[in-house]
């Protein structure tokens, strides 16, 4: 049996969700075993991505690796899935990162540790699952399940606001997710199936097109998020444990983006041309009035949930900019270019989000504060962890040579194309973006110590070490050899871009 | 050959990285002699490699080297590379820059010496190499770009080296914003050549350039605007930040709050040269634009006249040298806008040796007061410290353009290139060029005489522990004194009116001032004579002079002038109000911006009137609905009957009708 054979994205699903299953019957009798377990069991899951990758033929442009089974025959639901340059390198962030999030409860999580890991290593299979996911049902199945563990890992270990963060949380997202549905069973109505490829395929009349396009853009718009509809995230961020804020920010925005690909290009590409404008607007006040809005924050973690927001606008920017451009020029290569960025974007704020995310979260462990004015000086007592931070910080400025450069360049460059000014408003984040990651990291790193709780402050241990520079090497990796990214997803976006540009107007 | 050049060039560039990673992370390990000595390798291997370079290139014929080292990443058609572009123009930057560094390298470990962040220092000035060697020596937009932020990012790094100092630390975060303006047009011009040559290779860019010189775009309304306007002036904004250039010139003189050794090397040589690298690397473009060659004209004219004032009010040794290399900045960007490259690159290189050697002097100087840098405290220092006085004194002579000195040559280079440019601008430039002689020489001199002459102002522990700096400072000091005084001399010749820079530097044929001076030029000697028949020496001399009536002669003058001009002492000392306007409007303007969009838009409307408000309101229906939910049994039989009754009714009607 050779690994072609193996189903190995089902592998990426159900290890990790049989792992968490197991790691709540286990419980909290056998600590130490669930915590070695639940390592192995993300470890186990990284690898197999890691084999999916090699496996994976970057020429090929459609899904790659199907496993299809009958699922709900009355309705022609099934367990289809499939994968490809988009989700690949979706989920080679997932999978490393939930090495990360394990790792970095290890000592932190005092209460019932077990089923923080359960619950994150169920959502991992989940998340991996969304990524896969070619079935409409299937896709919404998971979407929703990720909901649940991680309003547990909220709502339990979660900050003394928590309740409101998570009813925010959920209800917003919950709101946004459920229009989409209403337009999956739509397109089952009049593609007769669940299959999102047939949904890709099938005519739709530009009213029709409309209406879903703003189903989804609710579900989506608000996941990844956009503004205005953004205020849950700072306060989830807040309230969430740093393994929480880890995921939410490198993962489930991305969440957002993925369904923009998937599902608002693809399927109603008049309507997203017809609705560029507003789309790209928002992005750009996000941008910008998200920039200046994470200035002003006093509290870390909210300063880089607002500075995700205002990448993510980037991101989706780099999605909507394409219509222009080939509108404007009639070529598709700077349009390819806009929207490989964004990819790109998602993948190095997955990084960049968790890394910052992770540096707050030490410092919390020692000094059971987020506020900044609380720190100062702490290089003095934590050189390694002030040189870390500076990479991450660097990196969040978008700093040439880390991969938080990539995206935003190539989005810029390509945003030029399609007006002066998009482009320079879109580049004033060179500006805020420095401006906010930096004085931030001057009050709390540089200085004199300015308490003596801070002077008694231990630099990083081991665990918190490895954790760091495992982040730091990609952050790094990334920065100055980007092109392994892009050759994983050139097929599937060229086709993608193609296919966009086609009206499907009947 | 071209293989072993190859390795040449790579080994050139990570030398510095490899001493600065294995100094960076592993300084504990080596500890601080073997830091020193593993970035002066790393260093001295980059520096002599690049003399095998500028040889082989310069007088073996080596011809252009123009060759990606790897495909960075390719996305929608456009494959973005890194890769060397060798030729005498970055052949000669190459030299400059490892050298300078490498002296400096040597210096620090005497001025650096009872730091406790000494391995972290020795990598981080390395790590500054390899970002410079990258920028000069880069073939492609992106990588010169790359550099660029890079040198800014190890400058940040440097300025904010002593980080328990408030000062420090706020000049560093200064000094990064305010470079991320410039490079924020410096983006946006990246951003217009790729769109319009489709490419961001230098060679491809430059041999397609004539297609657009014609070309225009709109940027306000319906209003044509060149395309090569636009870029030129948008890649001037990042030269501006860089180098210093008004208004974005603020940074410069707070990044003196970092360790002398790298205000020599970063803030002095090399990178704020950098701008002025990038438009000589870019003539190509410049050239088809006047509008832009005007308004770096003129930038560079203000910036060199008025920050030369500003020198002549600073009481501390650095800042001084501060406003002089401001100044000098400006002198080159004068050049570059005057389409005299060559001279602006001549400038550069002496500047660079000169500059280096004064800032190493007044850091030498430094070492022996204590730390102390207020000039009041000092004076007559020359008997205590000869040899760091004499090479201050050829630094000094070189930086007023003293006949004969390297800094002569290239400074009277770009003032008669200036007077020979018919650009709008020109005759407002050449008349600030001129008088900034006369300026630059009474602050220089001013400078000199109050460190090293008249009486000695310091205190008497102070005065009793005098004594000469160490070998590892007065041997690079000696070692920059050399190129400072016979550089120009020797370069002047091939460098603007020989074939020194081949096709690197591009001048149309309409705006060639060099070339027009070279048909008087005959030989350094005659040169050297013709000077006296222009104004310049006439002004430095006057210079000199003043500043020994002010500061030998009458001691008590300087106070007598201060009393009398009094409001022209104010705006100096407050420099022109550049910082308090940025500290209200900018840095004050965008905190307060922040703190309405988010109290007011997020917390009042977004979350509080639509968010928490419908949720407000939902509980508010829901409280009124309620009632309806008595828990009364015979409530909900009587809805329940009810609803069979309509079911029924509609039922029958079906069948009815």
């Given at each position: 049996?050779?690994?072609t054979?193996?189903?190995i994205?089902?592998?990426?699903?159900?290890?990790?969700?049989?792992g968490?299953v197991?790691?709540?019957i286990?419980?909290?009798?056998?600590?130490?075993?669930?915590?070695?377990?639940s390592?192995a069991?993300a470890?186990i899951?990284?690898?197999f991505?890691v084999l999916?990758?090699?496996?994976?033929?970057?020429?090929?442009?459609?899904?790659?690796?199907?496993?299809e089974?009958?699922?709900?025959?009355?309705?022609?639901?099934?367990?289809?899935?499939?994968?490809?340059g988009?989700?690949?390198?979706?989920i080679?962030?997932?999978?490393?990162t939930?090495?990360?999030?394990?790792?970095s409860?290890w000592?932190?999580?005092e209460?019932?540790i077990?089923?923080?890991?359960c619950?994150?290593?169920?959502?991992?299979?989940?998340?991996?699952?969304?990524?896969?996911?070619?079935?409409?049902?299937?896709?919404?199945?998971?979407?929703e399940?990720?909901l649940i563990?991680?309003f547990?890992i909220?709502?339990?270990?979660g900050g003394?606001?928590r309740?409101?963060?998570?009813?925010?949380?959920?209800?917003?997202?919950?709101?946004?997710?459920?229009?989409?549905?209403?337009?999956?069973?739509?397109?089952?109505?009049?593609?007769d199936?669940?299959?999102?490829?047939?949904m890709?395929a099938v005519?739709?009349?530009l009213?029709?097109?409309?209406?879903i396009?703003?189903?989804?853009?609710?579900a989506?718009?608000?996941?990844?998020?956009?503004?205005p509809v953004?205020t849950?995230?700072?306060d989830?961020h807040?309230?969430?444990?740093?393994g929480g804020s880890?995921i939410?920010?490198?993962?489930?925005?991305?969440?957002g983006?993925?369904?923009?690909?998937?599902?608002?290009?693809?399927?109603?590409?008049?309507?997203?041309?017809?609705?560029?404008?507003?789309?790209?607007?928002?992005?750009?006040?996000?941008?910008?009035?998200?920039?200046?809005?994470a200035?002003?924050?006093?509290d870390?973690k909210?300063?880089?949930?607002y500075?995700?927001?205002?990448?993510?606008?980037?991101v989706?920017l780099?999605?909507?900019?394409?219509?222009i451009?080939v509108?404007?020029t009639?070529?598709t290569?700077?349009a390819?270019m806009?929207i490989?960025?964004?990819?790109?974007?998602?993948?190095?704020?997955?990084?960049?989000?968790?890394a910052?995310?992770l540096?707050?979260?030490?410092m919390?462990?020692?000094?059971?504060?987020?506020m900044?004015?609380?720190?100062?000086?702490v290089v003095?007592?934590?050189p390694?962890f002030a040189a870390?931070?500076m990479?991450?910080?660097?990196?969040?400025?978008?700093?040439?040579?880390?991969s938080g450069?990539?995206?935003?360049?190539?989005?810029?460059?390509?945003?030029?194309?399609?007006s002066?000014?998009i482009?320079?408003?879109?580049?004033?984040?060179?500006?805020l973006?420095?401006?906010?990651?930096?004085?931030?990291?001057?009050?709390?790193?540089?200085?004199?110590v300015?308490?003596?709780?801070?002077?008694?402050?231990?630099?990083?241990?081991?665990?918190?070490?490895?954790?760091l520079?495992m982040?730091?090497?990609?952050?790094l990796l990334?920065?100055?050899?980007?092109?392994?990214v892009?050759?994983?997803?050139?097929?599937t976006?060229e086709?993608l871009?193609?296919?966009?540009?086609q009206?499907?107007?009947? | 050959?071209l293989d072993n050049?190859?390795q040449i060039?790579?080994a050139i560039?990570?030398?510095?990285?490899?001493?600065?990673?294995?100094?960076?992370?592993?300084?504990?390990?080596?500890?601080r002699?073997g830091?020193?000595?593993?970035?002066i390798?790393?260093?001295a291997i980059?520096?002599i490699l690049?003399?095998?370079?500028?040889k082989?290139?310069?007088?073996?014929g080596?011809?252009v080297?123009n060759?990606?080292?790897y495909?960075w990443?390719s996305?929608?058609?456009?494959?973005?590379?890194?890769?060397?572009l060798?030729?005498?123009?970055?052949v000669?930057?190459?030299?400059?820059v490892?050298?300078?560094?490498?002296m400096?390298?040597?210096?620090?470990?005497?001025?650096?010496?009872?730091?406790?962040?000494?391995?972290?220092?020795?990598s981080?000035i390395s790590?500054?190499t390899?970002?410079?060697?990258?920028?000069v020596?880069?073939?492609?937009f992106?990588?010169l770009?790359f550099g660029?932020e890079?040198?800014?990012?190890v400058?940040y790094?440097?300025?904010?080296?002593w980080?328990k100092k408030e000062?420090?630390?706020?000049a560093?975060?200064k000094a990064?914003l305010?470079n991320?303006?410039?490079d924020?047009?410096?983006?946006?011009g990246?951003?217009?050549?790729?769109?319009?040559?489709?490419s961001l290779?230098y060679?491809?860019?430059?041999?397609?350039?004539g297609?657009?010189?014609?070309?225009?775009i709109?940027i306000?309304?319906?209003?044509?605007?060149?395309?090569?306007?636009?870029?030129c002036?948008?890649?001037?904004?990042?030269?501006?930040?860089?180098?210093?250039?008004v208004p974005?010139?603020?940074w410069?003189?707070?990044?003196?709050?970092?360790p002398?050794?790298?205000?020599?090397?970063?803030h002095?040589?090399?990178?704020?040269t950098?701008?002025i690298?990038?438009v000589?690397r870019m003539s190509p473009?410049f050239?088809?634009s006047?509008?832009?060659l005007?308004?770096?004209?003129?930038?560079?004219?203000?910036?060199?006249?008025f920050?030369g004032?500003?020198?002549l009010?600073?009481?501390?040794?650095k800042?001084v040298?501060?406003y002089?290399?401001?100044?000098?900045?400006?002198?080159m960007?004068?050049?570059l806008g005057?389409?005299?490259?060559?001279?602006?690159?001549?400038h550069?290189?002496?500047?660079?040796?000169f500059k280096a050697?004064?800032?190493?002097?007044?850091?030498a100087?430094?070492?022996?007061?204590?730390?102390?840098?207020?000039?009041?405290?000092?004076?007559?220092l020359y008997?205590?410290?000869?040899?760091?006085?004499?090479?201050?004194?050829?630094?000094?002579?070189a930086?007023?353009?003293?006949?004969?000195?390297?800094?002569?040559f290239?400074?009277?280079?770009?003032?008669?290139?200036?007077h020979y440019?018919?650009?709008?601008?020109?005759t407002f430039?050449?008349y600030?060029?001129l008088?900034?002689v006369?300026i630059?020489?009474?602050y220089?001199?001013r400078?000199?005489?109050m460190t090293?002459h008249g009486?000695?102002?310091?205190?008497?522990?102070?005065?009793?522990?005098?004594h000469?700096a160490p070998?590892v400072v007065?041997?690079p000091?000696?070692?920059?004194?050399?190129?400072s005084?016979i550089l120009?001399?020797?370069l002047?010749g091939?460098m603007l009116?020989?074939?020194?820079?081949?096709d690197a530097i591009?001048?149309?044929?309409?705006?060639n001032?060099?070339?027009?001076i070279?048909?008087?030029y005959?030989?350094v000697?005659?040169f050297?004579?013709?000077?006296?028949?222009?104004?310049p020496?006439?002004?430095?001399?006057?210079?000199?002079f003043v500043?020994?009536l002010c500061?030998?002669k009458f001691?008590?003058?300087p106070?007598?002038?201060?009393d009398?001009f009094g409001i022209?002492?104010?705006i100096?000392?407050?420099?022109?109000?550049?910082?308090?306007f940025?500290?209200?409007?900018?840095?004050?303007?965008v905190?307060?911006?922040?703190?309405?969009?988010?109290k007011?838009?997020?917390v009042?409307?977004?979350d509080?009137l639509?968010?928490?408000?419908s949720?407000?309101?939902?509980r508010w229906?829901?409280?009124?609905?309620r009632?309806?939910?008595?828990?009364?049994?015979?409530?909900?039989?009587f809805?329940?009957?009810l609803?069979?009754l309509?079911?029924l009714?509609?039922?029958?009607?079906?069948?009815?009708?």
């Amino acid at each position: 049996m050779t690994l072609t054979n193996l189903p190995i994205l089902s592998m990426l699903i159900w290890t990790p969700i049989i792992g968490g299953v197991w790691a709540l019957i286990a419980g909290d009798r056998q600590e130490q075993t669930v915590k070695y377990f639940s390592l192995a069991v993300a470890v186990i899951t990284f690898i197999f991505s890691v084999l999916l990758y090699q496996q994976f033929d970057n020429e090929f442009a459609g899904m790659q690796f199907i496993e299809e089974a009958s699922w709900i025959a009355a309705f022609d639901i099934k367990y289809h899935i499939g994968v490809d340059g988009i989700g690949l390198p979706l989920i080679l962030l997932t999978t490393f990162t939930t090495i990360l999030v394990i790792l970095s409860a290890w000592e932190v999580i005092e209460s019932h540790i077990s089923y923080y890991m359960c619950a994150f290593l169920i959502l991992t299979g989940l998340m991996n699952g969304v990524f896969v996911a070619l079935d409409a049902i299937l896709f919404y199945v998971f979407w929703e399940a990720m909901l649940i563990p991680m309003f547990i890992i909220i709502g339990i270990w979660g900050g003394p606001n928590r309740v409101y963060a998570t009813i925010k949380f959920f209800l917003y997202t919950f709101l946004g997710s459920v229009f989409m549905l209403v337009a999956f069973l739509y397109l089952y109505s009049v593609a007769d199936s669940f299959s999102i490829e047939a949904m890709h395929a099938v005519p739709l009349s530009l009213t029709a097109q409309k209406l879903i396009f703003i189903a989804f853009f609710l579900a989506f718009a608000v996941k990844i998020p956009m503004w205005p509809v953004h205020t849950w995230l700072p306060d989830a961020h807040v309230e969430a444990p740093t393994g929480g804020s880890v995921i939410l920010a490198a993962i489930m925005l991305k969440m957002g983006g993925y369904g923009f690909l998937r599902f608002s290009l693809p399927i109603t590409p008049d309507a997203s041309l017809y609705f560029d404008d507003v789309i790209i607007v928002l992005s750009l006040i996000a941008i910008v009035y998200i920039g200046f809005v994470a200035l002003v924050q006093e509290d870390m973690k909210k300063l880089i949930a607002y500075s995700s927001i205002s990448h993510m606008g980037f991101v989706t920017l780099g999605f909507f900019i394409p219509f222009i451009i080939v509108a404007k020029t009639g070529s598709t290569s700077g349009a390819l270019m806009g929207i490989e960025g964004a990819m790109m974007q998602m993948i190095s704020h997955g990084f960049i989000s968790a890394a910052m995310f992770l540096c707050v979260g030490v410092m919390y462990d020692r000094l059971h504060s987020r506020m900044i004015k609380d720190y100062g000086g702490v290089v003095n007592s934590m050189p390694y962890f002030a040189a870390f931070m500076m990479l991450f910080a660097m990196a969040n400025a978008g700093l040439p040579g880390t991969s938080g450069f990539v995206g935003e360049f190539l989005v810029i460059l390509s945003s030029f194309k399609a007006s002066f000014w998009i482009a320079f408003t879109a580049a004033l984040t060179l500006i805020l973006g420095a401006a906010y990651t930096l004085w931030m990291y001057k009050r709390v790193i540089f200085g004199d110590v300015s308490k003596a709780e801070v002077a008694e402050l231990k630099d990083i241990n081991s665990r918190e070490g490895l954790i760091l520079f495992m982040l730091a090497v990609v952050v790094l990796l990334f920065g100055i050899w980007p092109a392994p990214v892009f050759d994983v997803m050139h097929m599937t976006m060229e086709q993608l871009v193609e296919h966009v540009m086609q009206t499907k107007v009947p | 050959m071209l293989d072993n050049m190859e390795q040449i060039y790579l080994a050139i560039v990570l030398a510095p990285l490899a001493g600065s990673l294995i100094s960076g992370l592993f300084g504990k390990l080596i500890g601080r002699s073997g830091a020193h000595w593993v970035t002066i390798i790393g260093v001295a291997i980059s520096s002599i490699l690049s003399m095998v370079a500028y040889k082989h290139h310069m007088f073996d014929g080596g011809g252009v080297y123009n060759e990606a080292v790897y495909t960075w990443l390719s996305s929608g058609g456009i494959t973005f590379e890194i890769g060397f572009l060798i030729d005498p123009l970055s052949v000669t930057m190459m030299v400059v820059v490892s050298f300078v560094s490498w002296m400096i390298h040597i210096y620090t470990i005497g001025y650096m010496h009872d730091d406790s962040g000494y391995q972290r220092f020795f990598s981080y000035i390395s790590l500054f190499t390899f970002s410079m060697l990258m920028l000069v020596m880069s073939n492609n937009f992106l990588q010169l770009f790359f550099g660029w932020e890079a040198v800014g990012l190890v400058s940040y790094l440097l300025i904010g080296f002593w980080f328990k100092k408030e000062t420090a630390i706020f000049a560093n975060l200064k000094a990064f914003l305010v470079n991320r303006v410039g490079d924020f047009g410096f983006l946006l011009g990246i951003a217009a050549v790729l769109m319009y040559f489709n490419s961001l290779d230098y060679a491809e860019v430059f041999s397609k350039v004539g297609d657009h010189a014609d070309t225009t775009i709109m940027i306000f309304g319906n209003e044509p605007w060149s395309l090569m306007t636009v870029i030129c002036i948008c890649l001037f904004i990042g030269a501006m930040g860089k180098s210093a250039q008004v208004p974005l010139h603020v940074w410069l003189p707070d990044s003196m709050e970092g360790p002398t050794p790298i205000s020599a090397l970063i803030h002095a040589a090399t990178m704020v040269t950098a701008g002025i690298f990038m438009v000589s690397r870019m003539s190509p473009l410049f050239e088809l634009s006047e509008t832009a060659l005007n308004f770096i004209l003129v930038i560079g004219a203000i910036t060199a006249l008025f920050m030369g004032f500003l020198g002549l009010v600073q009481n501390d040794i650095k800042r001084v040298v501060a406003y002089s290399t401001l100044s000098q900045l400006g002198y080159m960007t004068v050049a570059l806008g005057a389409s005299a490259y060559a001279a602006a690159m001549f400038h550069l290189v002496t500047h660079a040796f000169f500059k280096a050697l004064l800032f190493l002097g007044a850091g030498a100087v430094i070492i022996v007061m204590h730390h102390e840098q207020d000039m009041r405290k000092m004076g007559g220092l020359y008997k205590s410290m000869p040899i760091t006085w004499i090479t201050c004194f050829f630094g000094t002579l070189a930086l007023i353009g003293f006949p004969g000195t390297s800094g002569f040559f290239s400074k009277d280079a770009i003032i008669e290139a200036v007077h020979y440019s018919d650009l709008a601008g020109a005759t407002f430039a050449y008349y600030s060029v001129l008088f900034g002689v006369f300026i630059t020489a009474l602050y220089s001199f001013r400078l000199f005489f109050m460190t090293f002459h008249g009486e000695q102002r310091m205190d008497v522990e102070t005065w009793k522990h005098l004594h000469e700096a160490p070998a590892v400072v007065t041997v690079p000091l000696s070692v920059l004194a050399i190129p400072s005084l016979i550089l120009g001399a020797f370069l002047i010749g091939p460098m603007l009116f020989g074939d020194y820079f081949g096709d690197a530097i591009v001048v149309s044929s309409t705006h060639n001032v060099l070339a027009e001076i070279g048909e008087n030029y005959h030989g350094v000697m005659l040169f050297t004579l013709h000077a006296f028949k222009h104004p310049p020496v006439y002004l430095a001399f006057a210079g000199i002079f003043v500043a020994w009536l002010c500061y030998i002669k009458f001691p008590e003058l300087p106070a007598r002038i201060v009393d009398k001009f009094g409001i022209i002492h104010k705006i100096l000392v407050n420099k022109y109000g550049f910082d308090d306007f940025n500290q209200i409007v900018f840095a004050g303007g965008v905190r307060n911006i922040g703190q309405i969009l988010w109290k007011f838009g997020d917390v009042n409307i977004i979350d509080g009137l639509m968010v928490n408000g419908s949720a407000k309101s939902v509980r508010w229906f829901s409280s009124k609905i309620r009632k309806i939910q008595t828990g009364f049994l015979y409530d909900y039989a009587f809805v329940l009957i009810l609803g069979l009754l309509t079911l029924l009714a509609i039922f029958v009607h079906q069948i009815l009708v």
